[in-house]
C-alpha cells in the first residue's frame, strides 16, 4: 500500500519498508502509552501521526476523507 500510494504521487517519495517499520512502531507505542495510562484518547492521534510519517502530501483532505 505504501509502495502504491508513493506511485500515485498521494505521499513523499521514501523506502516503502522503512516507513512500514516506522509505521508499525508507531503503533505499537501509542497502544502501549495508551495500556499504561488507561487512556484510549490517545489512539485518536494515530491517523494524523501516521500521515505525517508516511508524508502524505495533503494530510488536511485526507485526514477528512478517513475520519
Keep these: ?8 504521487g498521494d505521499i513523499e517519495t521514501c523506502d516503502p519498508a522503512e516507513k512500514a517499520a516506522a509505521l508499525a512502531g508507531l503503533i505499537e507505542g501509542i ?3 495508551a495500556r499504561i495510562l488507561n487512556d484510549t484518547e490517545i489512539i485518536r ?3 494524523e501521526l501516521s ?3 508516511l508524508g502524505a502530501k495533503d494530510l ?3 485526514s477528512e476523507n478517513h475520519s
Design 1 to 8: 500500500a505504501i509502495r502504491d500510494a508513493v506511485a500515485a
Design 31 to 33: 497502544l502501549t502509552q
Design 45 to 47: 492521534t494515530l491517523p
Design 51 to 53: 500521515l505525517r510519517i
Design 60 to 62: 488536511a483532505q485526507t
